[in-house]
T-cell receptor, first 112, second 113 residues
Framework: DVKVTQSSRYLVKRTGEKVFLECVQD?????MFWYRQDPGLGLRLIYF???????EKGDIPEGYSVSREKKERFSLILESASTNQTSMYLC???????????FGEGSRLTVL | KNQVEQSPQSLIILEGKNCTLQ??????????LRWYKQDTGRGPVSLTI?????NTKSNGRYTATLDADTKQSSLHITASQLSDSASYIC????????????FGKGTTLSVSS
């Protein structure tokens, strides 16, 4: 069964801490994405990657960075977490030919 | 501006009843439209994809329609079940590069017994 796995379902961090959210997919997909989902705002794209070591800013990249050292792994980094980054973070992957997104289960981050 | 609008924002129906969710878009050029279902606390899962030439597509009790002229899509759920309670998200692919994904904010459906 195809799968996108996010390392942590729930995290609680302090303001100013560095946060790593890991995502691994086993479908050999070229494309990987990080979204955040907030009530009333829907899903918003933070960063995406079309290839290893390649990254592109999405709609709301401020305060975030990403890393894609291997095809199957895409990491989201919050260099200095702030309370307004409390959210549900969703990782997704897709093949360029189909465009269908396969999502992970999400990581709910709370920043105190 | 490329936008996707969904209505209603939320909906409550009794088990066994039918319902229809709406998605209007202004994405141009248009490539395709997908409906995703997101159970509470889970990631979205694709239900169906509609391309320019398709008017209707079914997936079990879910039937999606597309009117490319009016830029409207609907998702009809027949004989609703408690497990249909979820958020339904409309995603349109297109834009100048042909690959942009524009998300609607979703419709939250609650099915009660």
């Amino acid at each position: 069964d195809v799968k996108v796995t996010q390392s942590s379902r729930y995290l609680v961090k302090r303001t100013g801490e560095k946060v790593f959210l890991e995502c691994v997919q086993d479908m050999d997909h070229e494309n990987m994405f990080w979204y955040r989902q907030d009530p009333g705002l829907g899903l918003r794209l933070i960063y995406f990657s079309y290839d290893v070591k390649m990254k592109e800013k999405g709609d709301i990249p401020e305060g975030y960075s990403v890393s894609r050292e291997k095809k199957e792994r895409f990491s989201l980094i919050l260099e200095s977490a702030s309370t307004n980054q409390t959210s549900m973070y969703l990782c997704a992957s897709s093949r360029p030919s189909t465009g269908e997104l396969f999502f992970g289960e999400g990581s709910r981050l709370t920043v105190l | 501006k490329n936008q996707v609008e969904q209505s209603p924002q939320s909906l409550i129906i009794l088990e066994g009843k039918n319902c229809t969710l709406q998605c209007n878009y202004t994405v141009s050029p248009f490539s395709n439209l997908r409906w995703y279902k997101q159970d509470t606390g889970r990631g979205p899962v694709s239900l169906t994809i509609m391309t320019f030439s398709e008017n209707t597509k079914s997936n079990g009790r879910y039937t999606a329609t597309l009117d490319a002229d009016t830029k409207q899509s609907s998702l009809h759920i027949t004989a609703s079940q408690l497990s249909d309670s979820a958020s339904y998200i409309c995603v349109v692919s297109g834009g100048q590069a042909g690959t942009a994904l524009i998300f609607g904010k979703g419709t939250t459906l609650s099915v009660s017994s």
